[in-house]
Structure formats: C-alpha cells, structure tokens
C-alpha cells in the first residue's frame, strides 16, 4: 500500500510537471525580440523585420500547422488554473514592453536614417505595442487583482490608450454585436471608415461611462476620482518625459507608432465581429454567446496571441482566463489567422467576397442559430 501511494504521488508530480512544460509554449511570443533587434540594429529592408514576422512569417507557419481544436479536460483546467507559470509570463511582459521602447526611442536617434528605414522601425515599434501591448493588457485588464489592474493599464500606456480598460470591459463586452457597440463592424462596413467609428465612438463611450460610475458612487465628475482624467494626465506626462529624454524627433516617431499600434488594434476588433448581430428582446438583447465573435483555432496565432484568436469563448465567459479558452466548433470560423485575416481587410472587394459567402453558409448550415447580418 506505501507503494502505491509513493507510485500515485510520484505520477501527480510528473503530470504537474507535464503541465508546467506545456504552459511555456507562450514564451514562444519571444520570438519577436530577434526581429525586434533586427528592426532596431540593422538598415535597409530589415528595419521592417517585424512586419515581416507577423504578415509573412507567422501567416506561412498558419497555413503549414492548422489548429487542432482540442479543449482541455475539467481536471486539465483545474491544474492549468492553479498554475501560477500563466499569470507570471503575462507579468514578465510589462518590462519587456518598455525595454523594447526605450530601444526603439534610443535607435531612431541613430544618425544617418532614411525615411525608409524611419518608417520601418517606427511600423516594428507599433507592431510590437499592439502584439505585446494591447493584446496582453487586455488580458490583465479582465483580472480583478489591483496589481494587474495597474500592469493591464501600463501596458495600454504604451499605446496611449489607457480608456480601453473602460470602454472595452463596460461598453464593448455588453453591447457586442449590436449597433450599440462602437467595435462591433456592421455587415458590409468598410475597415477605414469603422476605424474612425470605433476609436472615436469608443473614446466617447469611455467617458460617458466613467461620468455614470462616478453618479451612482457620488463621487464628483471633476475629480481625482475620474479614472479617464487621470489616464489623460498620466499619458500627458510619458510623452512629455519621452520628450525631455529623447527630444522632438523620437517623440514624434513614438507618437506615430501608438497610432498605428491604435489603428492595427482597431483592425482586430473589425475581423473579431465582422457581420454578426445578437436578436433583439424587446428593448434588450439576447445573451452573449460564442456565436457572436469570429473564431480562429490556429495554433500558431493562438500561442503567440496569448489565445486571443478564442475570441468566441472569450465573450462567452469574459471572466475565464486565455488558459482555459475553449474551441467551438458550431461558430463562425475565420478562413485563416489573425495575421491573414487581416491583410485581407485591407481590400474591402476582397474581404466582402470571402466574408458574406461565410456569413452566408454559417446561416445555412446554422438556422437555428444567433442572428447573423
């Protein structure tokens, strides 16, 4: 009997162990620091190495290493929740964010840059704020812990975009797949002009929605207490500190890279809910389900984007974290990854042909599903 309880203990420890090896897959974002490097030391075309990993690279491994679409078991989840490796990898981002930064902001200053290569590493610099930045803040800004509350805000920090934590858990989260929703793309909606809705829409919903907090705790509008006052000043000062550090130039550079780091993000949210509408119940809407938000099961991107591409479960179970994300299989399902689905937003003809034709069939193939444009 000893035995057998040595034998069981010993099995556990290697299943835990077995675990903790799995859940370091997502240190494989790393991969992005070499490019990073290569955008930051070297010249000509390899100052867009980044671009060339995320639109070349990563959509090449997608197509050669489909998804699986396995979920973990309830015993799997249980010790993938109690693993503390998930949540530590998130935190060690936060630093890594603001050193790859500082390298930027110290490598644009480097004499003797053509526009070219300015632009090539000011488009890795927005890159990496929306890979690292937007994705892994909006992760932590789901958490309800005050430290990564403040990680979660400091990583959106880079992108001078700290009103997302707002608009996107207290707007977004509730009105997905409606007309009310700033980041929900109508069905036949062009990106560009969904870019402007969403960003300035979603600006102003985060403030009506901070103004509503503060009302119904009675606490003053114009006041410490209104958290979007405080992310104005606090992104106030960074770029004044970035300025009084680096000078004019690197400020300006930094300033165009948030944008596209802004614009790049405002594109996911455009692929994440393109065309998918909720039944409206009365003067309500129909619960939040997977069928709301376009699925994409790659491995390759869901590793890599901290399994953000299980945008389906995400809004399912907003609560659940990237770790235990589930895979559906009767929801609609994005023809590639992130990566390609996003270069093909950028031609709308092209987008609109490979897009309705999916709405088209999951309708067919799903009557008695959620509403679908």
């Not at 939040?288 to 590793?303: F, I």
């Amino acid at each position: 009997m000893p035995g057998c309880f040595i034998l069981n203990a010993y099995l556990n420890r290697k299943k835990i162990n077995a675990m903790n090896l799995k859940s370091l897959k997502y240190l494989s974002i790393l991969t992005i620091l070499i490019f990073v490097y290569l955008s930051f030391t070297m010249h000509g075309v390899w100052t867009f190495a980044v671009a060339i990993y995320a639109y070349i690279l990563v959509p090449g491994l997608e197509f050669i290493l489909p998804g699986k679409g396995t979920n973990m078991t309830n015993d799997e989840e249980i010790e993938a929740l109690k693993d503390k490796t998930y949540d530590i990898m998130l935190y060690a981002m936060v630093p890594i964010l603001f050193g790859v930064l500082v390298f930027f902001l110290f490598s644009i200053r480097e004499p003797g840059l053509s526009t070219f290569e300015i632009i090539g590493r000011i488009s890795s610099m927005g890159l990496v704020a929306v890979t690292l930045g937007f994705n892994v803040g909006h992760e932590l800004g789901h958490r309800n812990t005050r430290h990564e509350k403040i990680m979660s805000r400091a990583m959106l920090l880079v992108s001078l975009q700290m009103h997302f934590v707002i608009e996107h858990n207290y707007g977004h989260h509730k009105r997905v797949a409606t007309e009310e929703d700033p980041a929900s793309a109508r069905y036949g909606e062009v990106l560009y002009t969904f870019w402007f809705r969403s960003w300035i829409m979603g600006y102003i919903s985060a403030w009506k929605l901070e103004a509503k907090r503060l009302k119904n705790e009675g606490l003053p509008f114009y006041s410490i207490h209104n958290e979007m006052i405080r992310f104005e000043i606090i992104q106030i000062l960074f770029v004044a500190a970035i300025f009084v550090l680096f000078g004019g130039f690197a400020t300006l550079a930094y300033l165009v890279a948030a944008f596209i780091s802004k614009i790049l993000f405002e594109t996911i949210n455009y692929i994440e809910h393109y065309g998918l509408t909720r039944k409206r119940k009365n003067k309500s809407f129909e619960k939040v389900l997977p069928v709301h938000s376009w699925n994409s099961n790659k491995d390759v991107g869901r590793v890599l984007l901290f399994e953000l591409t299980r945008h389906s479960d995400h809004h399912y179970k907003a609560s659940r974290k990237y770790q235990i994300l589930k895979h559906y299989e009767d929801v609609p399902q994005m023809p590639a990854g992130y990566p390609a689905m996003i270069l093909l937003s950028f031609i709308p003809p092209l987008w609109f042909y490979v897009m309705h034709r999916k709405i088209d069939r999951f309708k067919k193939e799903n009557p008695a599903g959620a509403a679908l444009a």
